[in-house]
């Protein structure tokens, strides 16, 4: 299985938001909240109008959480299209885990990125893997990532090698030509032996700096995409 394999199969798993008691308005805004996300959101009332305004996340028919409408109404204020900070608990945002966000554009990307690469800094231990595309896209990134190959976490970056590599740098660096390398954006961090710090946002670039992917923290599918970096290409260079 490849890298879009894998964002393939997330994609067919679509999730269901229902909101039961409130007005359309209501709905309307969390479409458009949910709008670049693999989620359908209807409407439901109950037979007593109890207990209140709610919503629940379900897939395939099965419920997977609930919670009441004000408190993921203030989850989605604070929220900046990232993943969770850690420490809060947001029931539905947090079991929006591998599920598909679609047209984000390099900000929103950008974003979850770096919450992945903080996490890796506080731990200060284990593996980071990111692939950048292209080394023109690395060279932005460089002083980061210099920082990050400095601190205790094992890094390692993948690129298709469009310029000249760098110089001196602190991290492992993988030139590869492959196809899902230049079309992939991706950040995964191992946990650093903790398993409820493993992380990982997975993307495919569909359309011109236009992503297609999901973020997760699930062991076993950020275990996968770690080994399925290390077994493809190894260590290059040094």
């Not at 409407?43 to 028919?61: C, H, M």
């Not at 390398?181 to 569909?206: H, M, T, Y």
């Amino acid at each position: 299985m490849s890298l879009s394999e894998l964002v393939s199969g997330v994609e067919r798993h679509e999730k269901t938001l229902t909101v039961f008691n409130a007005d359309e308005p209501v709905a309307a805004d969390l479409r458009d909240r949910f709008a670049n996300r693999n989620v359908t959101v209807r409407t439901e009332r109950t037979a007593s109008g109890r207990p209140g305004e709610f919503v629940t996340l379900s897939e395939d028919g099965d419920v997977l959480t609930a919670t009441d409408l004000s408190s993921l109404r203030e989850s989605l204020d604070g929220d900046r299209g990232a993943p969770p900070v850690d420490g809060l608990y947001r029931p539905i945002l947090d079991s929006l885990d591998e599920t598909m966000f679609t047209s984000w554009d390099i900000e929103q990307m950008v974003t979850a990125s770096r919450e992945i690469e903080d996490r890796a800094l506080r731990v200060d231990a284990g593996e980071l893997h990111a692939g950048f595309q292209t080394l023109s896209t690395l060279r932005g990134e460089r002083e980061r990532y210099d920082h990050l190959g400095e601190s205790g976490v094992e890094v390692h970056a993948y690129a298709v090698p469009d310029v000249d590599p760098p110089g001196d740098h602190t991290f492992t660096l993988h030139l590869e030509r492959a196809e899902e390398i230049a079309n992939s954006w991706f950040v995964a961090f191992d946990g650093g032996g903790d398993p409820a710090q493993k992380c990982a946002l997975l993307a495919e670039e569909r359309e011109p700096r236009t992503f297609y992917g999901f973020w997760t923290y699930d062991g076993t599918t950020v275990d996968w995409i770690v080994d399925h970096l290390r077994t493809t290409y190894g260590f290059l260079e040094q």
